[in-house]
């Protein structure tokens, strides 16, 4: 039987995103870096990254027989990677409507951008930032502004005690702190 029109494998032709997505009807919000770090890896990828993975396929395909060919393999799965990965990159920065948190800064009240200091009914404080979907790092104590905790901060002021629904249940907790990036 010819192998013309079998597929490699169904997991690598996988197109779905794995990623955050955003929510229906609303808009993909990024602060000015986040959309430059996201525009710089797109720019990565198709200048540097896809064109070296190019040669090494092409080398290996002029080798001969490709179903043995480990380089040829594995470059072609690296490519659909790449590939994936542009589309995704260059869909999220059509959508994406940027945001410059520094005009708020020196106010106290909560919007996208804002590094919140806050306290819960424990006496447990915690400073979070509030990001864009695709930026947010929770490792960083990033938080994207469609999350539980940026909704109930989000128009907040300093001293405002807010509620919070947990799966523990209904958290009041006090914004004891509103800072925003330094304008350029």
Request: hydrophobic share 35%.
């Amino acid at each position: 039987m010819s192998k013309a029109f079998t597929r490699e494998s169904d997991a690598d032709e996988d197109d779905e995103d794995t990623t955050a997505s955003l929510p229906s009807g609303s808009k993909n919000y990024i602060t000015p870096m986040g959309y430059a770090r996201m525009r710089e890896e797109l720019l990565n990828l198709i200048d540097n990254e896809r064109p070296k993975v190019v040669d090494i396929v092409h080398w290996a395909a002029s080798n001969g027989d490709r179903s043995e060919n480990g380089d040829y393999i594995y470059g072609k799965k690296r490519l659909r990677e790449i590939d994936r990965r542009i589309r995704f990159l260059t869909k999220r920065l059509e959508l994406a409507v940027i945001s410059d948190p520094s005009v708020h800064h020196g106010g106290d009240q909560v919007f996208f951008g804002a590094t919140v200091s806050y306290e819960d009914p424990h006496g447990v404080a915690n400073t979070i930032t509030i990001l864009g979907i695709d930026e947010a790092d929770s490792l960083n104590a990033q938080v994207s502004w469609v999350s539980p905790i940026a909704q109930a901060l989000l128009k907040s002021h300093v001293g405002d005690v807010v509620k919070l629904q947990t799966p523990k249940g209904l958290l009041e907790i006090e914004v004891l702190k509103v800072t925003y990036p330094s304008p350029p």
